[in-house]
T-cell receptor
Framework: KNQVEQSPQSLIILEGKNCTLQ??????????LRWYKQDTGRGPVSLTI?????NTKSNGRYTATLDADTKQSSLHITASQLSDSASYICVVSAYDTNAGKSTFGDGTTLTVKP | DAMVIQNPRYQVTQFGKPVTLSCSQTLNHNVMYWYQQKSSQAPKLLFHYYDKDFNNEADTPDNFQSRRPNTSFCFLDIRSPGLGDAAMYLC?????????????FGPGTRLTVL
């Protein structure tokens, strides 16, 4: 069964600090991995997307890494801001002829305090 | 800007009273999805359309139906809402031709059942 596990479940950091969120998956055959940011009461917004051959991808202060051998990904946030407070969701897609087969993690809730 | 639009943003209905949520997109994507997301949980795929081809998830209750009259619009019909159907409903789109099959989400409709 395809699964995506994220850790920690929640995290509180001070403004300006860095943090790293983890995502482990068992989705097979692997197609791509995406990180989304979801503000409270809003839809998820894509941060990064990586395929098998990509090890790292950056989007401003967000840097995602992917180790396809160990089936692990991380999202590193640099110099956190209050607006980074949100849920961060890891989504992994299996290669499939049927569009839409994605497995969602339960998310990490990040709170940035002043 | 090309986007995914959901209306209304907030919907209140009574127990058992049919309700329809709408989604429109200007991305011209051929795949549209409906997700149900309850508090602090990952979005759960209800069904998706690949063009006019409807794909229902095995565990989606019969109470949930969908219509896609054209490429731009997709509707979610809840025939007899129960208290357990109160949730955020997310619409998303993707293009099957895209290398990454990345999903773009709308802002969501928050459904309250009284």
């Amino acid at each position: 069964k395809n699964q995506v596990e994220q850790s920690p479940q929640s995290l509180i950091i001070l403004e300006g600090k860095n943090c790293t969120l983890q995502c482990n998956y068992t989705v097979s055959p692997f197609s791509n991995l995406r990180w989304y940011k979801q503000d409270t009461g809003r839809g998820p917004v894509s941060l990064t997307i990586m395929t098998f051959s990509e090890n790292t991808k950056s989007n401003g202060r967000y840097t995602a890494t992917l180790d396809a051998d160990t089936k692990q990904s991380s999202l590193h946030i640099t110099a956190s801001q209050l607006s980074d407070s949100a849920s961060y969701i890891c989504v992994v897609s299996a290669y499939d002829t049927n569009a839409g087969k994605s497995t969602f993690g339960d998310g990490t809730t990040l709170t940035v305090k002043p | 800007d090309a986007m995914v639009i959901q209306n209304p943003r907030y919907q209140v209905t009574q127990f058992g009273k049919p309700v329809t949520l709408s989604c429109s997109q200007t991305l011209n994507h051929n795949v549209m999805y409906w997700y149900q997301q309850k508090s602090s949980q990952a979005p759960k795929l209800l069904f998706h359309y690949y063009d006019k081809d409807f794909n229902n998830e095995a565990d989606t209750p019969d109470n949930f139906q969908s219509r896609r009259p054209n490429t731009s619009f997709c509707f979610l019909d809840i025939r007899s809402p129960g208290l357990g159907d109160a949730a955020m409903y997310l619409c998303a789109t993707s293009t099957r031709q895209g290398r990454y099959n990345e999903q773009f989400f709308g802002p969501g409709t928050r459904l309250t059942v009284l």
